[in-house]
């Protein structure tokens, strides 16, 4: 739907005389089919956005001299010249013929201009810069997003936004919600990065189209399209733990009309990496086989697509000499497994109408299926999730393009089932909801988008979520985005406590437990300056979150326990970012940030900063690639301040932590070598190698009642090289 709200504004701006700064066009290959996702930038600048299902885009200027540089995976760039009226045609070659013949230059990350909400566009150019072995691993080079782990045993990654822990950041894949329910802490490593198109960051609540669970940001990834992947895409990966992953992915034209897609994901560590010699895997040993099969038809006025996902994750760790198939209840080591089974299909189907491109149908629709079976020393953990979703949308104008809309209706199902020690939890949840959603696009520099939604749920009533972003081009160089919104959220607590089970705290619920509602309100400022006759891009964005209701894992008051219990008082996050990008050259690039936090919530009756983040990060990252990309080479620092730990003055003497953790830098690094058939890398994580000493509290006794995994704050794994191939064979 957003590529007809792109190509709507293209005609609109033809119509009544499109403004000399900005141009329309289109993207294809060398047999003339739209190439869907081209990144469009204005040389020199961070000004961009990407083609739509149809190749086509627009893109206003910031100077009317400007070269336009046009980009895709796999193909050559090419440089043109900007011209106002006629539309661009734009033809890009594969990049297996000389790669002499062009120069590619440009950002492989940047803000769409026109989107009214603060979204940033991570390309898959960008994610090669680093190992990316699956999502949870896509944000080392970003600034906005935050990735640790939970706990010094189950390799969970969790991710922070805003502040904010990664459960109140909407996930979705290809605009289905994705990362949820049962997989809210292991999902994001059953995304590979291989089969990642792109990813939209966006910050604060999102498009009421899209559902009510977005309360602090938006995460949706792009995977690799049928139309226009590579026919063979080989990709081959190990590093210095042990770990071997093999990525695999065909894709083919059926008929002129159907094409198909296969993407292949497996990775087995078998190694028992132990670097702090506590008797503990730093990570635990893991095998996972992933496989997914996509179709799309393109037609002169339907388009639509279908496909499955099998996927099959085992871990297993703990003690030193835990292994796949033990028995955790019965082994004389402390064991932890987790095996995942997970079946999903989904699909999309749009009606279009081809003369009034504003206008169209869509349906959006998925189902899946998910059994985990667990164990955390003695306590075993059972769960199977059944989850449909749908959700139909129509898009149309008012007297004309300069008011249009979206509503429909969509139904959400999740069938739970979970037992955790002694314990058994089930519920059902089903929830109508029924959206509107008004945008006011008089022109190129002022965008208002309002939506409100309300949700039927069948145990806590009704859901009102009203939403508002605004965009307003102050000059041609600058931008201020507005944004206000409500959200809600039903909780795991099970799931969402992971980290807690892997130690001896019991998990008591005091109470019957509420849905989690929120107020996410803030913008950003952009604006592009001059400096030593370049152009640095300057990004500034403050966003505060409320909480009318929140779940409280309070692991304060009893070293023993994490108690959990709904919000009895305030609870708030304060975010400010500022982000600076500078081409130094044609061949070098650099980007820093800060960010400060201020996140508090009211735990056993006093308003207290909540643990495990920092106040203060600062983010530097230096992009280096010769001329046509044969060398690239890229490195991020990273400084995180001191960060509050959870009390444990109950303790013994010997077993208490420190009521702050020191700051800490992290180094991460990666050089690659470009071929006409794809490339090679080598890498290092960690770089500096440094560690968390003593992670785990009473490794010695691990079924004692002082034994706690769960205060984890920085790397518990020391340096880690990686290398790697890419192989492509175009279609």
């Not at 590093?239 to 198909?260: I, P």
Request: glycine share 10%.
């Amino acid at each position: 739907m957003k590529s007809l709200l792109i190509l709507s504004i293209s005609l609109l701006c033809v119509a009544f005389g499109a403004h000399s700064q900005t141009i329309t066009g289109k993207v294809v290959d060398e047999n003339h089919e739209p190439l869907i996702g081209a990144t469009v930038l204005e040389e020199g600048t961070q000004n961009g956005v990407i083609t739509d299902v149809e190749g086509q885009f627009t893109l206003t200027l910031q100077s009317p001299k400007s070269q336009i540089h046009i980009s895709y995976t796999g193909y050559k760039s090419l440089v043109v010249a900007a011209q106002s009226g006629d539309p661009i045609h734009v033809i890009l070659a594969t990049s297996e013929e000389s790669l002499d013949e062009v120069v590619v230059t440009g950002s492989s990350t940047f803000m769409d201009k026109l989107e009214p909400r603060h979204v940033e566009v991570i390309t898959s150019a960008e994610l090669t810069k680093a190992a990316c072995c699956n999502l949870s691993e896509s944000f080392d080079t970003n600034a906005s997003v935050d990735v640790s782990y939970t706990d010094g045993v189950s390799g969970a990654k969790s991710i922070r936004m805003l502040g904010l822990d990664g459960r109140y950041v909407q996930i979705n894949r290809e605009n289905i919600p994705h990362v949820r329910g049962l997989i809210g802490r292991y999902g994001m490593g059953y995304v590979p990065g291989t089969w990642v198109q792109s990813i939209d960051v966006g910050k604060g609540a999102g498009t009421v189209v899209n559902g009510y669970e977005s309360m602090s940001g938006q995460i949706n990834v792009e995977l690799q399209k049928p139309e226009n992947s590579e026919k063979l895409y080989l990709n081959g990966y190990v590093n210095s733990m042990g770990r071997v992953e093999l990525n695999a992915n065909h894709a083919a034209d059926l008929t002129d009309k159907w094409s198909t897609a296969v993407l292949l994901h497996a990775d087995y560590l078998g190694n028992e990496v132990d670097g702090n010699e506590d008797g503990f895997m730093d990570l635990p040993k893991s095998r996972q086989l992933n496989l997914m099969n996509r179709y799309k038809y393109v037609g002169e006025r339907v388009r639509s697509q279908i496909g499955i996902q099998v996927m099959r994750d085992e871990k297993a760790g703990g003690q030193v000499g835990f292994g796949f198939g033990d028995d955790f209840q019965t082994s004389p080591e402390y064991g932890f497994s987790n095996n995942t089974t997970r079946v999903e299909f989904f699909g999309k189907t749009g009606i279009l109408y081809p003369h009034k491109p504003y206008q169209g149908w869509g349906l959006i629709y998925s189902g899946a299926y998910t059994d985990i079976d667990a164990g955390f020393g003695r306590d075993a953990y059972q769960g199977t999730e059944k989850t449909l979703y749908g959700n139909a949308i129509y898009q149309n104008v008012i007297g004309n393009t300069f008011h249009q809309y979206k509503t429909g209706v969509s139904i959400l199902y999740d069938d739970f089932d979970e037992s955790y020690a002694d314990s058994a939890f089930s519920r059902q949840e089903i929830v109508p909801g029924t959206f509107f959603e008004y945008s006011y696009l008089p022109g190129d520099d002022f965008t208002l988008v309002a939506g409100v939604r309300t949700d039927f749920h069948n145990l806590y009533g009704t859901f009102f979520t009203p939403r508002l972003h605004t965009r307003y081009q102050i000059t041609d160089q600058t931008a201020l985005r507005l944004a206000i919104g409500r959200g809600y959220r039903v909780g795991n607590p099970l799931v969402e406590n992971t980290n807690a089970l892997v130690s001896n705290r019991q998990l008591v619920v005091m109470e019957n437990l509420n849905p989690e509602v929120s107020w996410n309100m803030g913008g950003s400022l952009s604006s592009q300056l001059s400096m030593g006759g370049k152009k640095i891009d300057l990004i500034a964005d403050y966003f505060y979150t409320t909480f009318e209701n929140q779940l409280i894992y309070d692991m304060d008051q009893n070293s023993q326990r994490v108690l959990i219990y709904n919000l009895d008082g305030s609870s708030y996050a304060h975010s400010f970012q500022l982000e600076a990008k500078y081409q130094v050259n044609e061949f070098l690039g650099v980007k820093g940030a800060y960010k400060y936090y201020d996140v508090r919530s009211t735990i056993d009756g006093q308003l207290r900063k909540l643990p495990f983040i920092s106040r203060d990060r600062f983010f530097l990252n230096a992009s280096y690639a010769t001329k046509y990309d044969k060398w690239e080479a890229d490195a991020t620092i990273q400084w995180f301040g001191t960060k509050r730990l959870p009390n444990t003055t109950d303790k013994p003497g010997e077993f208490q932590r420190s009521s702050e953790t020191p700051d800490f830098f992290l180094v991460n690094a990666q050089i690659s070598r470009g071929y006409r058939w794809g490339n090679i890398y080598l890498g290092s994580e960690n770089l500096l190698n440094f560690k968390q000493d003593d992670p785990i509290i009473d490794p010695e006794n691990p079924f004692g009642s002082n034994f706690d995994a769960s205060l984890v704050w920085a790397p518990i794994v020391g340096r880690m090289v990686y290398a790697g191939f890419r192989y492509k064979i175009k279609r």
